[in-house]
């Protein structure tokens, strides 16, 4: 099993199921991501044991792109308008949500149409 050096990046932690799915495709691009398991991931019988993804320096870029293209593919004939780019500002007194478009208060932290999340719980 190959292994990235002490110089890796934490790419993120992600389900291990999609984790392979996305070392796979990656792997087929000549870029590598090294799996490392989080044993207190799933404490569970039911759970899905997630995984922390490492890549190389050099392959960010390549990472980004594959990342961007599965972004695109996702949204692919959905049209969003403006609220896409939208930030959750707490210091305005409303926010639009990205996800669904919807209006709100900031004194909420989460979407009142949708349920996105904006803070922690």
Known sequence: METIDSESILIGEIELTEAKRIRTILQSRGVFV???SQADSCSSKNCKP???VYAAPGDIDAIKTFFQEEQDKALEGLSFGAERHSVFDPTQA??????????????KT????????FGAG
């Open 34 to 36: 090294e799996l490392r």
């Open 94 to 107: 409303e926010a639009t949500c990205p996800a669904c478009g919807t209006v709100f208060s900031t004194d």
């Open 110 to 117: 989460e979407c009142p149409d949708c349920g996105l999340c």
């Open 50 to 52: 997630s995984v922390e």
